[in-house]
């Protein structure tokens, strides 16, 4: 079944009410927090309150005698048991040839701590009190060495790890930089910017948890985690840090309060649980609180780039020219190779046919928290980058934004970017023709004057933005440096009655899962969507998969359960012939019902479903019982979402403050499957976008290594009256590389939206003399930048 046949299928394109939403509303979603099982203690860290040290000394003594302490784990610990250090998921080759640098990640700090929060000792007790009390009596000694923060700086500061003396962990880079220098001789005008993507806490509505639990009888393992990966958390726990053998280890995801990327990755708490829950042989809990959510999870964004546009006479693109620094933090995170070069680099020619771009990328340790990915992972900090250089240019050779974008446009597909990825489809124009339309551009002037006549300075911003989702195929990613595969897994399980079970690799926070896929199957077999049910998030249950992140879920896992329901279709079709007596051949299915080509007999799929379960009824010698299939899907190319994106902004001069006036965005996701559910997900993701560009930023002292923005009364979170109502549109290009003809939708707020939004900040700004700002655009930092364009003028 092909893609524009799929899109046609009742369910396809029906706003369905989320199935799962009854359960969380009523308060009976199970999270791992509500789990209790017996002979269960608690865990508490203790971390460390320097960014940079030696540790010289712990002494246990009066914590060990506290009440209900059961034991506490250090660095030594760790090393006495052999356990190795967390895995890094990516691996990148420098320019020179050479692996990166890869320093060892303990689970508990060993002889030395790296960032304020980094885990120096496990405490459990019997309860969470008296483990808190415990773990305030533990007493370290420290050496204090200076510590880096700034990625700009790391060069020059002290050494975080022996195997990278200078803090450099890779240089890596991607284009023809001969060819691209060789363009910028002859362009008619160059653009440059410097500009920062600041450093983002993810902050899940449900902070990170894990339960380890040891069965002495069976020697078997479970580790209950909010985690979005169980699959990889097993993979890397088992094979990488602990050694144990996979089938001995079950990890079970149960509901999971969001994650945003920060709950992909191996943490060292899950290893620490769940090694601690045999030596201990009790089951320990560890609960995350806001403020060592704020330390400990990982981080997003964090680059400092330079960033050079050529263009000819007519404000054509001839090459870009781009240099990232990018900040790693203290160690190498799951996944946190790939972001600032796969997953960013690859990205850089965005919606336009620039003929050549060069990117190089410079990977460093500070004394930060690790960073990884976040919602989008390097997409939006590519798309920050080429949206504001483009709108830079527009602005300095005296064209419009939306002209500049127009004129260098892609327009034939597919279409092979100077920077790897292939482009399978797009209409570019329709998005941006569609956005001006629906964003009533035309009337823009006459809401400037009217905002002029209130004292407010209105400005308009545009983005237009490509990601590629659904990370693919797993033999280019393994050649790029990919350790695990990129597939996806899914088994389709119909009941004799003709109801269904669907088991998923994916996993689903928020994304609405259960609603969607039960829509892709009660379509393709013709049921009702309440006689499907989807299992996900327990390695016991599901066939291996590779979880969700990436926008993948529906166009990866959702073709491995199209793949499966193929071979239900091969099979049913089988049976449904023997019971009409007819030939396989002449069998055709659709709407739920079996015929006969050229006759009037037909029989639903609940008749063909009980007879596979009742053998006399056909012959065994042909068909084994059972209509039960699993399939894999490993894509053949990314998937590449794209939208136009147009913000205004209006900003009080006399106190800096902006406001999001009018907020329009219109994307290409290719075939939708559930629209209501992707509204809700464009809208989440442009609330992170916008609180990105104007509220939220990790700030650390330079000094120190302090962590400032620890809490929400300093870490800006967006809330609702922040922003107008959203004007949402859709254009379809449907995807040519997997059967549903989906691309993704879960990013693409988050990825779009910033460059809008500080593009129309400095779109409102030019008239005094603004020139460039970094994000978040803060009321006192839109201040200081008007009275110093003041001061200037």
């Known amino acids: ?51 940079h040290a030696n540790i010289l000394r712990i002494d246990k003594a009066s914590a060990l005698a506290a009440p209900g302490v059961v034991a506490i784990l250090d660095g030594a610990d760790v090393v006495d048991a052999k356990i190795n250090g ?42 969470l009190e008296q483990a808190k009390n415990a773990a305030e009596l533990v007493g370290v000694e420290y050496d204090v060495l200076p510590a880096v923060v700034d990625v700009r700086e790391a060069r020059n500061a002290t050494a975080l790890h022996g195997e990278a003396p200078d803090n450099h962990c890779y240089k890596w880079a991607i284009g023809e930089k001969a060819a691209v220098d060789a363009a910028f001789v002859g362009a008619a005008h160059i653009t440059k910017l410097d500009l920062i993507n600041n450093r983002l806490a993810p902050n899940p509505m449900e902070p990170r948890a894990a339960i380890g639990s040891y069965n002495r009888a069976s020697d078997e393992y479970t580790l209950y985690v909010s985690n979005q990966n169980p699959h990889v958390e097993r993979l890397l726990m088992t094979a990488f840090v602990l050694g144990l053998p996979e089938h001995k280890v079950r990890v079970i995801a149960p509901d999971v309060g969001g994650g945003f990327g920060a709950k992909i990755y191996l943490y060292a708490e899950d290893v620490c649980l769940t090694w601690a829950s045999k030596k201990l042989n009790r089951n320990i809990k560890w609960t995350c609180d806001r403020s060592e959510a704020f330390l400990s999870d990982a981080h997003g964004r ?75 992972a390097g997409r ?99 050649a790029l440096g990919a350790r695990a595969g990129l597939f996806e897994c899914g088994e389709v399980r119909v009941h004799p009655t003709g109801s269904v079970t669907v088991f998923t690799g994916s996993h689903s926070h928020g994304q609405g899962h259960e609603t969607t896929f039960a829509q892709v199957v009660a379509a393709r077999l013709g049921i009702p969507v309440d006689n499907v049910d989807i299992v996900h998030g327990d390695t016991g249950r599901v066939p291996f998969g590779m979880g969700t992140y990436g926008s993948r879920s529906i166009s990866v896992g959702g073709a491995a359960i199209m793949r499966a329901l193929d071979k239900i279709e091969a099979k049913a079709k089988k049976i449904a012939a023997h019971l009409m007596e007819a030939g396989d051949a002449d069998i055709d299915f659709a709407n739920g019902e079996f015929s006969v080509k050229g006759t009037d007999k037909k029989i639903p799929f609940g008749t063909v479903a009980l007879t596979a379960y009742v053998p006399h009824n056909y012959p065994l010698d042909k068909l084994e019982p059972g209509l039960n299939e699993t399939a894999f899907y490993d894509p053949t190319n990314f998937t590449f979402p794209a939208g136009t994106y147009i913000c205004e902004v209006e900003i009080d001069p006399q106190t800096g403050l902006t406001t999001i006036a009018k907020f329009t965005a219109v994307d290409d996701f290719g075939t939708i499957i559930n629209p209501m559910i992707v509204e809700g997900q464009v809208h989440g993701g442009l609330v992170q976008g916008i609180g990105q560009a104007l509220m939220e930023h990790c700030v650390y002292d330079k000094e120190t290594g302090q962590l400032l923005t620890g809490s929400f009364m300093d870490y800006t979170m967006p809330r609702a009256d922040d922003f107008p109502d959203f004007v949402i549109g859709h254009e379809c290009t449907p995807c040519t590389t997997n059967p549903l003809g989906t691309k993704g939708c879960g990013e693409a707020g988050a990825i779009g939206s910033p460059p809008a939004v500080i593009n129309a900040v400095l779109d409102a700004l030019a008239p005094l003399g603004v020139r460039d700002f970094d994000m978040p655009a803060t009321p006192h930092r839109v201040w200081q930048a008007i009275q110093s364009a003041k001061a200037t003028a």
């Open 1 to 51: 079944m092909g893609a524009s046949d799929f899109s046609k299928l009742p369910h396809i394109g029906e706003a369905l009410r989320r199935k799962e939403d009854y359960r969380f509303l009523t308060g009976a979603g199970n999270y791992t927090d509500d789990i209790r099982l017996e002979n269960m203690t608690h865990a508490v860290f203790v971390r460390s309150p320097h960014a």
């Open 86 to 127: 967390l895995p890094c998921g990516w691996l990148i080759t420098d320019t020179s040839g050479q692996p990166m640098k890869e320093p060892p990640h303990p689970i508990l700090a060993n002889g030395k701590v790296r960032y304020v929060g980094d885990h120096v000792a496990m405490v459990v007790a019997e309860t």
């Open 302 to 376: 964090d680059h400092a780039s330079h960033a050079e546009l050529a263009l000819d006479k007519d404000g054509k693109f001839l090459a870009l020219r781009v240099h990232t620094d990018a900040n790693l933090g203290a160690y190498l995170s799951t996944f946190s190779t790939a972001v600032p070069t796969i997953l960013y680099a690859t990205l850089l020619a965005g919606q336009y046919a620039t003929p050549l771009v060069y990117v190089e990328v410079d990977a460093w340790f500070t004394n930060t928290a690790p960073v990884d990915a976040y919602r989008g």
């Open 380 to 478: 939006p900090e590519a798309t920050y980058l080429l949206e504001r250089i483009v709108s830079r240019a527009a602005f300095e050779l005296g064209m419009s934004q939306d002209a500049i974008r127009s004129k260098n446009f892609i327009t034939q597909f597919p279409y092979q970017t100077p920077v790897a990825l292939q482009y399978d489809t797009g209409d570019f124009h329709a998005l941006m023709n569609h956005a001006n339309q629906l964003g009533d551009v035309a009337g823009f002037s006459e809401r400037k004057a009217a905002s002029a006549a209130k004292g407010l300075l209105r400005g308009i911003g545009y983005s237009s933005y490509i990601e590629a989702c659904g990370l693919a195929p797993s033999n280019v990613a393994g």
